[in-house]
Nanobody, 128 residues
Framework: QVQLVESGGGSVQAGGSLRLSCAAS????????MAWFRQAPGKEREGVAI????????VYADSVKGRFTISRDYVKNELYLQMTSLKPEDSGMYYC?????????????????????WGQGTQVTVSS
């Protein structure tokens, strides 16, 4: 049974930092890409960052480039998102997601419908 469990969310002031974690179980880490998404109230879920297996290349949404860093521990099967210089517009529910490496074309990583497994989310609130 696949499980993704996020943690590390909270409330911070603008300019602050948070580190999100996602503990994965029930699948082989090397067989899946993993990504972070977020959703603010009244808005669609949007892709924040993805990390690809093998070389570990990463891709970020333009809105978070230079501020967020995605990383992964394949031994522990955990995913992380280090967030710095947080802005109020970064507020929302953050989700980790996983998809088989055979099912995702790199160009479609922001398409939430492509992902098979999702965590329950962790809330991030950034106040001005």
């Amino acid at each position: 049974q696949v499980q993704l469990v996020e943690s590390g969310g909270g409330s911070v002031q603008a300019g602050g930092s948070l580190r999100l974690s996602c503990a994965a179980s029930g699948f082989t880490a090397s067989d899946y890409f993993m990504a972070w998404f977020r959703q603010a109230p009244g808005k669609e879920r949007e892709g924040v960052a993805i990390i690809y297996n093998g070389g570990g290349s990463t891709v970020y949404a333009d809105s978070v480039k230079g501020r967020f860093t995605i990383s992964r521990d394949y031994v522990k099967n955990e995913l992380y998102l280090q967030m710095t210089s947080l802005k109020p517009e970064d507020s929302g529910m953050y989700y980790c997601a996983a998809v088989s490496i055979r099912r995702l074309n790199p160009g479609s990583w922001k398409d939430a419908d492509r992902y098979t497994y999702w965590g329950q989310g962790t809330q991030v609130t950034v106040s001005s």
